[in-house]
Structure formats: structure tokens, C-alpha cells
């Protein structure tokens, strides 16, 4: 039986996103039996650009995901629940093993185009490194 995993946030366009992509990539690279969600308590309704960008650049495309909300993901099914949000008022979801990864929005960075794109991969790459460690840990992996 699969295990099943959701990663949430309030906007579902940037953390949630990436780290949805992050762990479906991984899981098929270590043939794992994960399915993978991510949803938002407000989604924004469109996948960061950015967020699109700093994926591609290590070969994981994104860009068919969409921005859902928590009503369109199994969530009486999780077996674990991973929050993002830091500023934001993050959404409260009563199932599954909540794990609290409270990440800063690189959405909300201001600055020219380098140091958004440097805000999204330092997220991006702290996911990554979390979520192979989460994988190594429960899975085995």
C-alpha cells in the first residue's frame, strides 16, 4: 500500500509545488510506493514562474502541476502532512503525522530577478535535502 504524503501551505504556488515535484522525482528515482500531494487553505491558481524555473534547472518539470485547494487532495488518507508555510497563517489539517517545515515564501522576496531566483533555490534545495532525508528515515530509501 502506498504511502501518502501531502505537502501544504496557504498560496499552493511556490513551496508546496516545488517540493510536490521534489518527491514525486525522488520516489521514482528510489522506486518508492509514495503518493504525492500538494494543496493550499487560499490557492493562488497558478504555479510560480519561478518556482517553474529553479525546477527546471535540475531537470524536474512543473509546470503541468496546478494550484489546488485542501478539499481536492485525500486528506482523511495522509499518513503524513507537511506544512511550509512560516509568515502565513498556515492551514490546520487533523489527519495524518504532521511534520512542521516552516520555510520562508521566496514569492515574497523583493529584489531584481537573481535574488528571487537565489530565494527559490536555497527552498528548493533545503526540500530537497529534507525530503531524501524524510524518504532515507520512514522508507528506508
Same mark, same amino acid.
Given at each position: 500500500?502506498?504511502?501518502?504524503?501531502?505537502?501544504?501551505?496557504?498560496?499552493?504556488?511556490?513551496?508546496?509545488?516545488?517540493?510536490?515535484?521534489?518527491?514525486?522525482?525522488?520516489?521514482?528515482? %528510489?522506486?518508492?510506493?509514495?503518493?504525492?500531494?500538494?494543496?493550499?487553505?487560499?490557492?493562488?491558481?497558478?504555479?510560480?514562474?519561478?518556482?517553474?524555473?529553479?525546477?527546471?534547472?535540475? #531537470?524536474?518539470?512543473?509546470?503541468?502541476?496546478?494550484?489546488?485547494?485542501?478539499?481536492?487532495?485525500?486528506?482523511?488518507? %495522509?499518513?503524513?502532512?507537511?506544512?511550509?508555510?512560516?509568515?502565513?497563517?498556515?492551514?490546520?489539517?487533523?489527519?495524518?503525522?504532521?511534520?512542521?517545515?516552516?520555510?520562508?515564501?521566496?514569492?515574497?522576496?523583493? #529584489?531584481?530577478?537573481?535574488?528571487?531566483?537565489?530565494?527559490?533555490?536555497?527552498?528548493?534545495?533545503? %526540500?530537497?535535502?529534507?525530503?531524501?532525508?524524510?524518504?532515507?528515515?520512514?522508507?528506508?530509501?
Amino acid at each position: 500500500m502506498a504511502l501518502k504524503i501531502a505537502f501544504v501551505c496557504v498560496g499552493n504556488s511556490a513551496r508546496s509545488q516545488i517540493a510536490e515535484g521534489l518527491a514525486k522525482a525522488l520516489a521514482s528515482q %528510489l522506486n518508492l510506493d509514495v503518493e504525492v500531494y500538494s494543496a493550499g487553505s487560499h490557492p493562488v491558481g497558478y504555479i510560480h514562474p519561478l518556482a517553474i524555473r529553479v525546477m527546471r534547472e535540475i #531537470g524536474i518539470d512543473i509546470s503541468n502541476q496546478r494550484s489546488k485547494h485542501l478539499r481536492e487532495i485525500p486528506l482523511k488518507e %495522509l499518513d503524513y502532512v507537511f506544512v511550509l508555510c512560516k509568515e502565513q497563517e498556515c492551514p490546520y489539517i487533523p489527519y495524518g503525522k504532521l511534520i512542521d517545515w516552516k520555510l520562508p515564501d521566496p514569492s515574497a522576496v523583493n #529584489g531584481n530577478i537573481e535574488e528571487k531566483l537565489e530565494a527559490f533555490r536555497k527552498v528548493r534545495d533545503l %526540500l530537497k535535502e529534507r525530503i531524501e532525508n524524510f524518504f532515507r528515515k520512514e522508507l528506508g530509501a
